[in-house]
């Protein structure tokens, strides 16, 4: 079993920054790879990054790259989401999961296989 909970959620304006954290507890955080989804009002849950175990690989979704990297640090078992230059289309849900498996970029962006899950961030961009 592993717990997540996700932080560093709130306000901001356009072109501002957040860092989201995602603080692991339970099983051996350096075993899983991370990832984070986000989820808009009447959307769909997607994928907008993930990194490996080591933090050697790192994906992001092509409408946030160049402006969020993820990142981690397992000595104190926290994933984070640094977002830069936000927009309004950036509002949503932001949820960190972990995944025991690390394979490839399709396969790491597909939310089935995330086996466990935070309870979630807000993260709302005014324009």
């Known amino acids: 079993q592993v717990q997540l909970v996700e932080s560093g959620g709130g306000l901001v304006q356009a072109g501002g920054s957040l860092r989201l954290s995602c603080a692991a507890s339970g099983r051996t955080f350096n075993n899983y790879a991370m990832g984070w989804f986000r989820q808009a009002p009447g959307k769909e849950r997607e994928f907008v990054a993930a990194?490996?175990?080591?933090?050697?690989?790192?994906y992001h979704a092509d409408s946030v790259k160049g402006r969020f990297t993820i990142s981690r640090d397992n000595a104190v078992n926290t994933a984070y989401l640094q977002m830069n230059s936000v927009r309004p289309e950036d509002t949503a849900l932001y949820y960190c999961?972990?995944?025991?498996?690390?394979?490839?970029?399709?396969?790491?962006?597909?939310?089935?296989?995330?086996?466990?899950w935070g309870q979630g961030t807000q993260v709302t961009v005014s324009s």
């Open positions: 999961a972990t995944t025991n498996a690390w394979i490839s970029r399709s396969w790491n962006s597909d939310q089935y296989k995330y086996e466990y």
């Open positions: 990194i490996s175990r080591s933090g050697g690989t790192t």
